[in-house]
T-cell receptor
Framework: AQSVTQLGSHVSVSEGALVLLRCNYS??????LFWYVQYPNQGLQLLLK??????LVKGINGFEAEFKKSETSFHLTKPSAHMSDAAEYFC????????????FGEGTQLTVNP | DAGVIQSPRHEVTEMGQEVTLRCKPI?????LFWYRQTMMRGLELLIY????????DSGMPEDRFSAKMPNASFSTLKIQPSEPRDSAVYFC????????????FGNGTRLTVT
């Protein structure tokens, strides 16, 4: 079975500072990995995804994530936080081989301080 | 494209009453997912459909929950009878090719059972 662990349910950064949200996954087969963002009172939106190929993936709003197989990690970063980045972020995994069961992590609430 | 449309946005009902949540997926998307979000359990997949056929309903909590997709443009999630522990935000999402492609979420239905 696949699973996702997000380290830190709450992360607080200053505007302009580096954003680092951590995600580790467990999967017995090559995974598809995703980061989704949820703004208040809205559904989730895709930030970026990793399927195969280049391990550094760029997404919307200046975010990027790097797939590190040896560390089973898929951490999300942004060089400079903006106030509008305040939201909840979810890492998710599904198996390459079959099925459509997307497993979400517990989420990380990002606060950006002025 | 109007996106995934869910109704109602908010539902308040008394324990024992029947509740019906509705979803209109994005046209052309062959997969439809129902998720439940709570503080305690995070995001849980309840059921998903492929081409209007239920594929995996292992996440449906119990027989009080049922979901249907009579055609490609409409799905319902019904709870009968409702209980206070069913209070949550219920999301519908659709995608063109399963969980390996981006899921497009609706804005959710916030259900409160008193």
């Amino acid at each position: 079975a696949q699973s996702v662990t997000q380290l830190g349910s709450h992360v607080s950064v200053s505007e302009g500072a580096l954003v680092l949200l951590r995600c580790n996954y467990s999967s017995s087969v090559p995974p598809y990995l995703f980061w989704y963002v949820q703004y208040p009172n809205q559904g989730l939106q895709l930030l970026l995804k990793y399927t195969t190929g280049a391990t550094l993936v760029k997404g919307i709003n200046g975010f990027e994530a790097e797939f590190k197989k040896s560390e089973t990690s898929f951490h999300l970063t942004k060089p400079s936080a903006h106030m509008s980045d305040a939201a909840e972020y979810f890492c998710a995994v599904t198996k390459e081989t079959s099925g459509s069961r997307l497993t979400f992590g517990e989420g990380t609430q990002l606060t950006v301080n002025p | 494209d109007a996106g995934v449309i869910q109704s109602p946005r908010h539902e308040v009902t008394e324990m024992g009453q029947e509740v019906t949540l509705r979803c209109k997926p994005i046209s052309g998307h062959d997969y439809l997912f129902w998720y439940r979000q709570t503080m305690m359990r995070g995001l849980e997949l309840l059921i998903y459909f492929n081409n209007n056929v239920p594929i995996d309903d292992s996440g449906m909590p119990e027989d009080r929950f049922s979901a249907k997709m009579p055609n490609a443009s409409f799905s319902t999630l019904k709870i009968q009878p409702s209980e206070p522990r069913d209070s949550a935000v219920y999301f519908c999402a659709s995608s063109p090719s399963g969980a390996r492609s981006p899921l497009h979420f609706g804005n959710g239905t916030r259900l409160t059972v008193t």
